[in-house]
């Protein structure tokens, strides 16, 4: 009853973006003769009402990987009832046909330089490889850099905090907020931003916990919690004072963490360090907004030569239009999704142990970070 509940509310939020964008196009519904669906494992089992218990049970295996071409009219899709769907094909229960879609945009499959490619979002997918062969992980990111469990955490619509600095000295912020209007909330990438100006002025010290007593008018007192003012209730569009919390900086450390502890045993498990990889391709719709030198800063991504970061976007829209448009690229996606390798972080004790180690700003290990140890070790102002 719950599987067939959750397929019809998935297939209906499907259909109202077909018919957003039939409208904005001005086309028939009867023109459309291809469809592709590029998600992840467990959106696509649910989609069809297949079983998705086992995705999260040992050994953590999909009832289905790769799908025969279906109709539209036989699922229940508002396009031309003969028309072909594609189904993105996902490798793992828990890396699915968006990161195949992907990895199929970027095309460093094709490519000889060792790439690290990583997906952020609720789960951060990390792909490793290259022509010659494929690792592929997920790890439990949380849904903090999407806003989840952040007090005003919100997705980067009109009015998040996207991009922020901090005055060294009275610890004012200055910010750029989305739709240039009064801020409502914070959004992943200004949440980045600001933990990395509060690490570098002292506000906050590298386990995550303020610094600064709550009588400086920049900080407040919520209950139990200290609590840093990032926007005053007259500068907000809420009347309330925006608030960041120590729970929200535990929280955004805990998946800071296990990102960048999934980087670190994949590539051990293909017997690599950092200093071996060629290229990291960041994607996502939050990917695109980061600030590279600050989220290595509070110890995200890896601290590499920023020449090697790219940044792609949205790469599974982008691959899902290639396959829409060719056959010959619909054959690649099924040979990318079975060339990868998946390795399973969940009984993994290493993996443990570098998150553990990883719950530092930026890391238990400096030595790690060697650009974030030098501004460190500068003087920081008294608080």
């Given at each position: ?174 910010f750029s907020v989305v739709g240039d209007t ?103 719709g939050f990917g695109q907004y980061l600030d ?80 974030v140890k030098k501004i460190m070790q500068k ?5």
């Open positions: 009853m719950v599987l067939k509940k959750l397929s019809t509310m998935g297939l209906a939020t499907i259909n109202g973006l077909l018919n957003e964008a039939i409208d904005s196009a001005e086309v028939k519904r009867e023109q459309i003769d291809n469809v592709v669906l590029s998600g992840n494992t467990t959106m696509i089992h649910l989609l069809f009402q297949i079983e998705p218990r086992y995705i999260r049970r040992d050994p953590y295996i999909p009832s289905v990987s790769a799908f025969p071409l279906l109709k539209a009219g036989n699922i229940g899709l508002k396009a031309n009832p003969l028309a072909a769907v594609f189904i993105m094909p996902g490798p793992a229960s828990y890396v699915g046909g968006d990161i195949v879609s992907g990895l199929l945009y970027t095309g460093f499959h094709r490519e000889e330089a060792i790439t690290l490619f990583i997906d952020i979002g609720t789960n951060g997918e990390i792909v490793l490889g290259n022509k010659d062969w494929l690792m592929t992980a997920s790890c439990s990111a949380g849904p903090a850099f999407e806003g989840g469990g952040v007090r005003w955490g919100m997705r980067a619509e009109d009015g998040a905090i996207e991009k922020i600095t901090i005055d060294p000295e009275t610890f004012t912020p200055c009064l801020p409502r909330g914070i959004c992943g990438s200004g949440m980045i931003d600001l933990i990395s100006e509060m690490l570098k002025t002292g506000i906050i010290g590298q386990n995550g916990k303020f610094k600064v007593d709550t009588i400086h008018p920049r900080m407040t007192q919520d209950g139990d919690e200290k609590a840093f003012i990032l926007a005053f209730a007259e500068e907000s569009s809420v009347d309330k004072d925006i608030l960041f919390m120590e729970s929200d900086i535990d929280n955004l450390i805990r998946s800071k963490g296990a990102v960048y502890a999934g980087f670190k045993v994949l590539l051990n498990q293909a017997g690599f360090d950092f200093s071996m990889v060629d290229r990291m391709i960041i994607t996502g590279l030198d600050k989220a290595v800063f509070i110890g995200l991504l890896p601290d590499l030569d920023r020449r090697k970061f790219q940044s792609l976007g949205n790469s599974s829209i982008a691959g899902a239009y290639m396959v829409l448009l060719s056959e010959k690229y619909r054959k690649e996606a099924l040979e990318i999704s079975n060339r990868m390798t998946y390795i399973d972080f969940s009984s993994n004790n290493q993996f443990m142990d570098e998150f553990t180690s990883a719950l530092f700003l930026p890391h238990m290990n400096i030595e790690e970070f060697p650009s003087p920081q102002p008294p608080a």
